[in-house]
């Protein structure tokens, strides 16, 4: 979903985004670039970067993954006040903020 907003995205921004740690964002960008879904280029201004860009296989299903992005929004927030959506948003990202964090201080126990 991401870079369908953001073709073009660095790589390094790209995993940051995505709460997850390098490694693992960099074994799914290569799953992703194996199975033809994106490409990756050296980033101009910076020669040890990659920057990341849809194909055109993966922007073929850009439309469907809305359209599921939609209706699982409109079940999960089904009766939820603009608040209360707001407030469950929130707590979700603090959460995952948790999640991360804790992560990172384990790995930094290793």
Excluded at 1 to 10: F, T, V, W, Y
Excluded at 13 to 34: F, H, P, Q, V, Y
Excluded at 61 to 77: A, E, R
């Amino acid at each position: 979903m991401r870079l369908l907003h953001h073709d073009g995205i660095s790589q390094e921004i790209l995993i940051r985004d995505l709460n997850c740690d390098r490694a693992t964002g960099t074994r799914s960008i290569n799953k992703l670039e194996e199975n033809g879904y994106v490409r990756r280029e050296k980033d101009p201004q910076d020669r040890r970067a990659y920057r990341i860009y849809l194909t055109e296989k993966s922007r073929q299903l850009g439309p469907v993954i809305q359209q599921m992005s939609t209706l699982i929004n409109d079940i999960v927030f089904d009766g939820f006040t603009g608040e209360e959506k707001a407030l469950f948003v929130g707590m979700i990202r603090r959460a995952i903020g948790n999640i991360s964090l804790e992560n990172d201080i384990r790995k930094g126990g290793k």
